[in-house]
């Protein structure tokens, strides 16, 4: 009897241990690529609220390097509302969509060469619930803000590795870039915790990474004026009256002069593309503008966006752009739609068309798992139905206690992004106050500088990639894939 438990027990181990990832989550092919995936993904849901219905929504890549050793990596984009497919589709993800040239066709998917499945394992999650393809049963979950969204995130995971208990051991990464900035070190706080109060299963985290974060309210709103100045977009002049009348403080005043000056500044640099300076932007003719084809514009015009992934970054906007002076300050977060609406001059300089095209296409939709249209009846690259409160305050605290514990963190910057300028992303990393031990140098890719790095104590860096804008994936894929693979296995880069 005692022999017969035990062999039961071990039959039962045996089957918990080795079990692998759910067989219906696999996707078996995709519309718009013709050819064999380099590695398994899957993708579906995971409930974390049984009672609401909440469910968040998971893409998987498994990586094309080994991935029964090569970590997992939990990337999120930003928003707050932004659907992680920005980061699949346009980003770091394993193909790149190829516009098609008939109107509502579906985009060509090609191999990226820089994909970060290369080296490791990536969980691309939408979330909080209601974005992208999450959603809740009980829409009062749609209210929401950082500490439900930590709290979320951190239960998504432990039941996701019931999933795939196999990817337990791989060491495990957070990363995301914008919001996420708010998203990574704070549920990265929660696995901690939960690491520290010994619950199990242990997850194997190693640290995290944030590009063109949001952190701080006081060292982001200050970091335009610096940063406009650099850059040679306001005048000496200008800069001086500004840093004088504000005393320097550039995001909130009481001062009239001041105010008065920074209006002048934003008048100056409105026309700009405030995710990437170096880009060209569309002006004046509003929604009508956006919806014209490439093909109408000069072929150097189209060239101008073009990156080593030999198709052209975004150039279009589907609505949006993140107004100057709307700082992320505690409290509520403006939504998309309230942004477009006060949008005023800000020039949209992004496109989301392949994205919109495949992810809502029926035979996509149920190629990638997704709940029926009755149930989440669009896909959009940002929602405009959540209200969520920016209520954990600055992030520098966060960092400082994580990297004190012993977990790596890599804080990049595109440094042509005026919307989180890498001014007040230095700012910060420096506040911290750890030893630098690796001083200001450049980094290189190819053997040409890809940017500047400074390394601090506690395995804390800080990066500029040159040239990129706000999604460094996107406009610098081969450095990026450089420097993230030398990050998440604890090498120079
Ligand atoms: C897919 O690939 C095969 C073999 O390379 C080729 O013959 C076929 O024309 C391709 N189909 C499309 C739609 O590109
Ligand atoms: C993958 O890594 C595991 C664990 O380190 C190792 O046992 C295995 O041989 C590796 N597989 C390949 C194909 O290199
Ligand atoms: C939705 O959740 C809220 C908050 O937990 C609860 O008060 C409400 O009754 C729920 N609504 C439904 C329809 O279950
Ligand atoms: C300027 O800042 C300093 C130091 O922060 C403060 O003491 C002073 O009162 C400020 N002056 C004005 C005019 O706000
Ligand atoms: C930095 O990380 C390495 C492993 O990647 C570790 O051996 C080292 O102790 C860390 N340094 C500090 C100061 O935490």
Known sequence: MANLYLVLLHISLTFV??????????????????????????AGYVTVDEQHGKNLYYYFVESEGNSSKDPVVLWLNGGPGCSSFDGFVYENGP??????????????????????????NIIYLDSPVG?????SKNVSDYNTGDAQTALDTHTFLFKWFELYPEFLANPLFIAGESYAGVYVPTLADKIVQGIEAGTKPKLNFKGYMVGNPVADEKFDGNALVPFAHGMGLISDEIFEDTTRECNGTFYETSSVKCENLLNKIEKVIQKLDIYNILE????????????????????SFRQLGKTEKSLPVRK??????????????????????QLTSNIGGAP?????????????NGKVRKAIHTVQKNVVPSWYLCTGQLKYKHDLGSMVPYHKKLTSKGYRALIYSGDHDMCIPYTGTQAWTRSIGYKIVDEWRPWLVNDQVAGYIQGYANNFTFLTVKGSGHTVPEYKPQESLYFYK????????
């Open 17 to 42: 241990l080795t079990q692998s990832a759910p067989r219906n989550s696999l996707v078996t092919n995709l519309p718009g690529f013709n050819g064999s995936l380099h590695s398994k993904h899957y």
């Open 131 to 135: 974005v992208g393809f999450s959603y």
């Open 280 to 299: 060209p932007c569309y002006h004046n003719g509003g929604e009508e503008e956006n919806k014209k084809s490439d093909s109408k514009l000069p072929l």
């Open 316 to 337: 279009r906007m589907f609505g949006r752009a993140w107004p100057y002076k709307a700082i992320v300050k505690d409290g509520y977060v403006l939504s998309w739609p």
């Open 348 to 360: 949209r300089c992004y496109d989301d068309e392949v994205a919109n095209v495949w992810l809502n």
């Open 486 to 493: 030398q990050f998440v296995n604890g090498l120079r880069i």
């Open 95 to 120: 193909f790149n969509f190829e516009k098609p040239t008939t109107k509502g066709a579906l985009p060509k998917l090609q191999v990226n060469p820089y994909s970060w499945s290369k080296v490791s």
